[in-house]
């Protein structure tokens, strides 16, 4: 009785350390995960406050853009050039086919690092087809494939 009462609890002990050690490795997993988001988005920033001072954009320049993007301005385009007037150049240099009205649309979003989320709702359009939109964009612009393409479209 004393063996039988002691294997258990050696059961017990072991399910339960053992559960615990599984909880451990998810809460590990999840905090490399969050720091790697983190990382990103602070690199994100700061391509963004380069690309802020390397371009001197005002914070109403920057505001009016946004505002212009956020609502689907037919403007938008015309004022992002005025803006950035050699990034458009730039991705049609590196493109081998003819670029739309709308790649050159949706490289403008990404240069002003929005989300594919952002970018969907602000163009009336599902995630899905930002998503195959980028996949098309970047087969177009041939980016090296170990590149982010947003960060290639942000850096030009």
């Known amino acids: 009785m004393n063996i039988t009462f ?53 914070e109403s320049d920057i505001s009016e853009m946004i505002r212009l993007a956020q609502t689907n301005d037919s403007i938008f385009i015309e004022r992002f050039d005025l803006y950035f007037p050699t990034f458009f150049n730039t991705i049609r240099n590196a493109s081998n086919a003819p670029l739309t009205l709308s790649d050159l649309y949706l490289c403008a979003m990404l240069k002003l690092n929005f989300s594919n989320k952002q970018i969907a709702l602000y163009s009336n359009s599902t995630v899905k087809s930002v998503e195959s939109k980028k996949y098309r964009l970047r087969k177009k612009i041939e980016t090296p494939a170990d590149q982010d393409f947003t960060i290639w479209i942000t850096s030009v």
């Open 6 to 58: 002691s294997l258990l609890i050696f059961r017990i002990t072991y399910y339960f350390v053992g559960e615990k050690k599984r909880e451990d490795y998810m809460l590990v997993d999840f905090n490399v995960t969050k720091d790697q988001y983190i990382k990103d988005l602070q690199v994100k920033i700061e391509t963004l406050e380069e690309q802020h001072k390397k371009e001197k954009l005002s």
